[in-house]
């Protein structure tokens, strides 16, 4: 087939603006799933996706339709809209022409769509204007297409306006895809170079890579280069999603499918690599991704029936799979050998930790997350620390910093004062205000990461009544006065408790995180002291009282030295026991230096 009846796209949205579902509709309009086949949310095939009602990985689908006597092959590559997840979206747009920006009729365009569309118009896509769940009773399309046009500079009666849910609208959107998207420049002639936009392991058949022929083609038995790792291969079998596996002879230009080549080494593969012919390479590699920046941090040490070469291989696979997803190992003296891992934010963070207790069958006890900071040191060596623990000695501190993202808010003008308030309480700084609409605002701030992570969103819900949005992008490392304050229970400091904040609330969260540690950590038969300390001052105590036996209850009458010799007696083995006691702290305790609502 020649390039000019090639379409690549991708669905870009808003978590929750319909995109699976549109592709759906589109599997089905073009007959790539029969009657018998169809399920809801066809393309989202992992488990944790379908109860989630999300989508977590980009997944690619192939798809035939004839229009005007010609056939044209739509190769759709579906991606997900949590803001944590943006980077499996501009993978799928590397690998696109084209890209369908899809906008909720009822709500608008939101804080994902305009981070999405950013990230379209950067990898050089066409995009088309998309208006779903035109069916609803509180749909305004129209006020909605205006909204895009004003937000994006795309004309208002440019927009597709359909409904995924009862397939309203979707033939147009199909014509549309064939006449205002552009085909893949025709480059049959060049040698072979294709990009792995993804992949995933197999275990009778190695790594299937998910590829975009860029330029001549592959065939089936063909012996390719990876040019990354320099190994060579010979191809066993070639194939496209249709959205089944089908295997084919040959992949040309502009087409997306599969490569299976026995690799089963799970190193070799990088996603972003350039395959090419062994025979006649290509000079350069084509531009791979932008390495994704790793924000939140937590430490996952294995459990239970868990061994550590077990969690080892688990993460080798989920590595292989998510990119954006690291790992180091780690040494603890209090929870043994494990991991440092590294991910783009919470959900991101909650969703390998599903994946590898239902993928891999690991139990794993997990710290705290953190975000990463900078340190400038008194010789002029910047580094980079992902944990508290890791931070230098206070005298080789010059000075320290943190990361700061721009967020973007959009909101309804009702909430626009409660928004505005928590946005000053953790330290953001309004940058700009704009109308997108009557009723709509776009706030956008310059915010420190560490405060909008954890609970930030769920807290802007909350005063929104779930109508605000939010999205951030980092944009580096800033000076900041902050501290690290120390936990020490029994007079012991525990580093997995440890954590970095702001002068200026740094003696509020010690105070409120020993109130917690207080309620999360059990009794014991001794008295054990919590204090919080930034360098070698205490900020603040709590005590746990010890359990108390009554030694006495067994005296009747008799003098009264006889008692307190008995408590005499009690005290000094308590005294023994908190000298050599061990203090057990349980999970609850290490979860509980995150929440910061009062």
Do not use: W
Request: negative net charge.
């Amino acid at each position: 087939m020649g390039t000019e009846h090639i379409r690549n796209f991708s669905i870009v949205a808003h978590i929750d603006h319909g995109k699976s579902t549109l592709a759906d509709r589109l599997l089905e309009l073009t007959g790539a799933v029969s009657e018998r086949e169809k399920a809801e949310q066809i393309l989202d095939d992992m488990e944790l996706e379908r109860e989630r009602g999300i989508t977590i990985k980009a997944s690619a689908v192939t798809m035939t339709y004839s229009y005007e006597g010609h056939t044209y092959m739509l190769n759709l590559i579906d991606t997900p809209g949590h803001v944590d997840f943006h980077y499996e979206v501009s993978r799928a747009l590397t690998a696109c022409e084209g890209a369908l920006l899809v906008v909720d009729a009822s709500q608008g365009v939101e804080a994902q769509t305009v981070a999405n569309a950013y990230l379209a118009v950067d990898s050089g896509c066409e995009i088309l204007g998309v208006i779903n769940k035109i069916d609803l009773s509180s749909a305004r399309p129209e006020e909605t297409a205006e909204e895009v046009e004003r937000a994006f500079g795309i004309a208002a009666e440019d927009c597709v306006k359909v409904s995924a849910k009862t397939g309203q609208g979707v033939p147009q959107l199909l014509e549309a895809i064939i006449k205002r998207l552009p085909p893949p420049a025709d480059k049959s002639h060049l040698p072979t170079a294709a990009l792995i936009f993804d992949s995933h392991a197999d275990e009778y058949r190695g790594v299937i890579c998910y590829v975009r022929v860029f330029q001549g083609q592959l065939s089936k038995r063909q012996k390719i280069q990876l040019m990354g790792s320099g190994r060579t291969y010979q191809i066993t079998e070639l194939g496209k999603f249709t959205p089944r596996m089908t295997p084919v002879e040959t992949l040309g230009t502009g087409e997306v499918g599969y490569v299976i080549a026995n690799i089963k080494n799970l190193h070799d593969v990088t996603i972003g690599d350039t395959i090419t012919d062994f025979q006649r390479p290509v000079e350069k590699p084509l531009p791979g991704y932008k390495r994704p920046v790793q924000m939140v941090f937590s430490d996952f040490y294995p459990s239970g029936e868990t061994e550590y070469p077990k969690l080892r291989e688990a993460f080798e696979k989920l590595a292989l799979n998510d990119a954006s997803f690291t790992f180091v190992p780690q040494n603890s003296p209090a929870l043994g050998f494990g991991f440092r891992c590294g991910f783009l934010g919470l959900l991101h963070m909650e969703i390998i930790q599903e994946r590898l207790e239902r993928e891999s069958d690991v139990d794993v006890v997990q710290t705290a997350p953190t975000v990463s900071y900078e340190v400038l040191t008194t010789d002029g060596e910047v580094q980079r620390i992902d944990s508290p623990a890791e931070l230098p000695d206070r005298s080789r501190i010059q000075e320290l910093r943190e990361p700061m993202v721009r967020l973007e808010i959009i909101t309804s003008h009702e909430s626009l004062g409660g928004v505005i308030g928590l946005a000053e309480e953790r330290r953001c700084k309004l940058m700009k205000t704009e109308y997108i609409g009557p009723t709509r605002v776009m706030l956008q701030y310059k915010a420190p990461l560490a405060e909008i992570v954890y609970d930030f969103y769920d807290q802007l819900k909350g005063i929104s009544h779930g109508y605000a949005t939010m999205d951030y992008e980092f944009l580096g490392f800033e000076a900041s006065d902050l501290v690290k304050i120390d936990i020490l229970v029994n007079k012991t400091p525990v580093e997995a408790l440890s954590l970095i904040v702001h002068r200026s609330s740094a003696e509020k969260r010690g105070r409120k995180l020993l109130t917690k540690l207080k309620k999360a950590i059990p009794r014991h038969q001794f008295e054990i002291p919590l204090q919080a300390a930034i360098g070698g001052k205490i900020i603040a105590r709590e005590t746990i009282k010890a359990f108390r036996k009554d030694v006495t209850a067994k005296l009747y009458g008799g003098d009264v030295t006889r008692k307190m010799k008995l408590l005499k007696r009690q005290k000094e083995g308590k005294k023994r026991m908190k000298s050599i006691g061990q203090v057990t702290i349980p999970q609850d305790a290490f979860m509980s230096i995150l929440d910061t609502s009062d």
